[in-house]
């Protein structure tokens, strides 16, 4: 049925959780999966002077984000390994997360996207929404989503 499995992560405790229960899922249907992470793109702050953030500062924050992106999708990779699953990694800096894992999943020719639920609720989920929602709402392919 599913051939190869999308799992986006942000490297939160849930998204851990949701991961190994896709590798899990991945394993019993004989999918391999792709292991997923949008960097969020630093935008220079400027001041009430109009002075920019200082490129070094802006430098350092890149680096800890490829890093903390390469270190999420590693433990997917390493969880997935454990289980017999093949997987790949793929890393983006898409201008927003759900349009990253949406263009992921086309890109790498996934035929799902399992995903974890934030359970951002009330107002703060109609004033934000969340990326698990806008990604139900905007893809084409099948999403399971874990709470």
Do not use: W
């Not at 109009?50 to 999420?72: F, N, R, Y």
């Amino acid at each position: 049925m599913f051939k190869n499995i999308l799992i986006p992560t942000d490297g939160s405790s849930l998204s851990r959780k949701a991961s190994r229960a896709g590798i899990a899922f991945a394993k019993a249907v004989g999918a391999k999966v792709t292991a997923y992470r949008a960097i969020d793109l630093v935008m220079p702050y400027m001041g009430g002077e109009g002075a920019l953030m200082d490129p070094a500062v802006i430098d350092m924050v890149e680096k800890t984000a490829q890093q903390e992106a390469k270190k999420s999708v590693a433990q997917i990779a390493a969880a997935a390994k454990t289980a017999g699953v093949r997987c790949q990694t793929y890393i983006t800096r898409p201008i927003t997360a759900y349009q990253g894992i949406i263009a992921a999943a086309r890109r790498n020719k996934c035929d799902a996207i399992f995903i974890a639920s934030h359970g951002r609720g009330g107002v703060a989920s109609a004033i934000l929404g969340s990326v698990t929602q806008r990604v139900l709402a905007h893809s084409k392919i099948p999403v399971l989503v874990y709470r």
